[in-house]
């Protein structure tokens, strides 16, 4: 079945650690999101691409950054996690050809990946 | 400015109680998009419905209905004879120029 495909499902990194999470999408979407959803939270929308072009939100630190190597893979990387970046991350994606009424504009995520950072 | 506005934080009820969500929503924009999704406890977003703002008829699917209006700016949700398995988190979402959750209401469906 097409997906959105999220790995790993939990990471485990320590303060400063590096970690790396991925999202392969067999849709064939061209939008890809990463969202940050905190515990009792809504998703917050950190970046998106769509097709090639990368769009951050104002308010996402430097310390997150997006690599999109192709249509189906995404990659969120996490410089330096802190402790207050703990979090779901999901990974989403959307087929739109920008005018709103146009394509399906109806985000499919993956089951998510929960960081723990000690 | 968009904002989606969900006032119940949490709502619990017994089993084949039926149940209303309730979802309003900001947009200066004519032209947009309302959703729901759920939030099982396996943490995966499951797309319900998309509405969109020209199209205000109701919709109803299985135990699931909607209620859309744009004179209230409401897009309410109604689960009729709930289930156990209905317990998870709900978020309206509004689609305009970009994509903005609501805050979740969530359900526990008590046995």
């Known amino acids: 079945d097409a997906m959105v495909i999220q790995n790993p499902r939990y990471q485990v990194t320590q303060f400063g650690k590096p970690v790396t999470l991925s999202c392969s999408q067999t849709?064939?979407?061209?939008?890809m999101y990463w969202y940050q959803q905190k515990s009792s939270q809504a998703p917050k929308l950190l970046f998106h691409?769509?097709?090639?072009?990368?769009?951050n939100e104002a308010d996402t630190p430097d310390n997150f950054q997006s690599r999109r190597p192709n249509t189906s893979f995404c990659f969120l990387d996490i410089r330096s996690p802190g402790l207050g970046d703990a979090a779901m991350y999901l990974c989403?994606?959307?087929?739109?050809?920008?005018?709103?009424?146009?394509?399906?504009?109806?985000?499919?995520f993956g089951a998510g990946s929960r960081l723990t950072v000690l | 400015a968009q904002k989606v506005t969900q006032a119940q934080t949490e709502i619990s009820v017994v089993e084949k109680e039926d149940v209303t969500l309730d979802c309003v929503y900001e947009?200066?924009?004519?032209?947009?998009?309302l959703f729901w999704y759920k939030q099982p406890p396996s943490g995966e977003l499951v797309f319900l419905i998309r509405?969109?703002?020209?199209?205000?008829q109701n919709e109803i699917s299985g135990r699931y209905s909607w209620n859309f209006q744009k004179s209230t700016s409401s897009f309410n949700f109604t689960i009729t004879a709930s289930q156990v398995v209905d317990s998870a988190v709900y978020f309206c979402?509004?689609?305009?120029?970009?994509?903005?959750f609501g805050p979740g209401t969530r359900l526990s469906v008590l046995p």
């Open positions: 691409y769509y097709d090639k072009d990368f769009n």
């Open positions: 979402a509004l689609y305009g120029q970009n994509f903005v």
């Open positions: 947009t200066r924009d004519t032209t947009y998009y």
């Open positions: 849709l064939n979407h061209n939008v």
């Open positions: 509405r969109n703002s020209f199209d205000e």
């Open positions: 989403a994606t959307s087929v739109t050809s920008g005018a709103v009424l146009s394509g399906a504009n109806v985000l499919t």
